[in-house]
């Protein structure tokens, strides 16, 4: 198919908030560890992983191995009934997540696993309202947009009620015109104030990203989730953890984000890398809060056989190249590259993240946000061979996250191009 075919048959047949990044949209046909081809030829240094799923890297001969072994036996049960592969991702979920995390209900999704995890803390609680952050991003449900401080991508008429949204620590350009750390980390301690005058004194949970995706790839001092947590929990309230971005080793050193600043929820939720790219959401959570759930409920395509085989063919290669110790060596790599930009261009404001998910926000030279650059950089970074992704409220940052399979030579590589895309930018 020719760009322009796929452009008119996008156009056509596709909804109109089917978002595409680039003026003329990219058709991907192939891909091979850490680089794609589209459907001109054109091959690309993939810097984005697919939004963070292309955890192993594309086409991981072990993870399609164990898939295509997965088809010839059995493609779908439905969670009438057990599947082996199912049981075995439960089991390695919970030996890998920290604290009493134990049991699980798998679904296809980070949204559906939002969703699980919103029902079982209100089911354990007795509690409706939730607890969300500023420029967070959960997933495109009603419920996950309700809970999504991102107004770009909250639909005309979102918001449920009884979610409530607290300050999150957004140190770079702070609502309260502070300065970390001489702010006492003013942004956590008013999470108790929230909680006296929006709600009704008694909260069901605080969801919440250990670093924010969508909104920027925007990195918490180490304070400020033991704070907020505290406060939670002291209003009856627990923490349900969104890992779907930074779960299984992409933050670096740990294999979930939460642990750098060590607090350990009573949920977690996964999705995107767990299975290197086949469909999959997970909800973890503590055994008094699993067991609240005494509804029925089924998902028919949660815990599909060939997705949790895939899932647990990935996390097998994860521990035996042990990724995350890999991947905070390769992240400081590509962060004092990106480092190194901020100090010879004013329009890199700031570099921020951990590990292999790392931030550029680009500015005006008074420091407001620059979305047209942003805009440029994509565009300037595609004609280098280069995919990299987009985000923040203001869609000013450009956000870092290839597979992590990634060698020091690819993020060499990748580098060099970012640097080519800075000159032209000037």
């Known amino acids: 198919m020719r760009p322009e075919e796929a452009q008119q048959c996008k156009d056509r047949y596709l909804f109109p ?7 003329q949209p990219i ?6 560890g850490v680089r794609v081809r589209d459907s001109r030829g054109q091959e690309y240094l993939d810097f984005f992983g697919g939004i963070l799923t292309v955890s192993v890297g594309h086409g991981h001969p072990r ?7 997965q088809l010839e036996r059995i493609v779908h049960t439905s969670t009438c009934y057990l599947n082996e592969p199912m049981l075995q991702l439960a089991r390695k979920l919970a030996d890998l997540t920290p604290g009493r995390l134990q049991k699980s209900f798998f679904t296809n999704s980070g949204t559906e696993a939002i969703e699980t995890a919103i029902m079982a803390a209100r089911a354990y609680t007795g509690c409706q309202e939730i607890i969300a952050l500023r420029y967070s991003y959960h997933g495109r449900s009603s419920l996950a947009t309700s809970i999504t401080g991102n107004a770009p991508w909250r639909p005309a008429g979102a918001g449920l009620p009884g979610i409530i949204f607290a300050h999150n620590a957004y140190c770079y350009r702070c609502s309260f015109g502070l300065t970390y750390p001489g702010c ?11 909680i006296r005058t929006a709600t ?3 909260v069901a949970a605080l969801v919440a990203e250990p670093i924010q995706g969508v909104g920027g790839f925007i990195t918490p001092p180490p304070e400020y989730f033991r704070i907020v947590v505290d406060i939670v929990r002291r209003y009856g309230g627990i923490f349900i953890c969104d890992e779907v971005q930074t779960g299984f080793g992409r933050t670096g050193r740990y294999w979930f984000g939460i642990q750098h600043w060590g607090v350990e929820p009573e949920i977690m939720v996964f999705a995107k890398g767990l299975a290197n790219g086949c469909p999959i959401g997970a909800t973890i959570a503590i055994p008094e809060v699993a067991d609240a759930c005494q509804n029925y409920s089924i998902s028919t395509f949660g815990g599909n056989p060939v997705s949790t085989r895939a899932a647990v063919a990935t996390l097998e290669v994860m521990e035996e190249e042990r990724l995350p110790e890999r991947v905070e060596s390769l992240g400081k790599l590509l962060f004092d590259g990106l480092l190194d930009l901020k100090e010879r261009y004013r329009f890199v404001g700031d570099v921020r993240g951990k590990g292999l998910m790392v931030g550029v926000e680009l500015v005006e030279d008074d420091g407001s946000p620059a979305p047209d650059l942003a805009g440029r950089f994509m565009e300037e970074a595609r004609k280098e061979g280069l995919l990299v992704g987009r ?11 290839p ?7 690819e993020i060499a590589e990748g580098l060099d191009k970012i640097r080519r895309v800075c000159r032209r930018l000037l």
Do not use: K, Q, W
């Open 184 to 194: 006492d980390v003013a942004c956590a301690h008013d999470l108790e104030e929230v």
């Open 27 to 32: 058709t991907l046909l192939e891909g091979e």
């Open 391 to 401: 985000g923040g409220l203001y869609n000013n940052v450009v956000r870092m996250a």
């Open 17 to 23: 908030n089917v978002r595409t990044y680039y003026s």
């Open 63 to 69: 993870v399609r191995a164990a898939m295509i072994e």
């Open 200 to 202: 009704s004194g008694r």
């Open 403 to 409: 597979p992590m399979t990634i060698g020091e030579a």
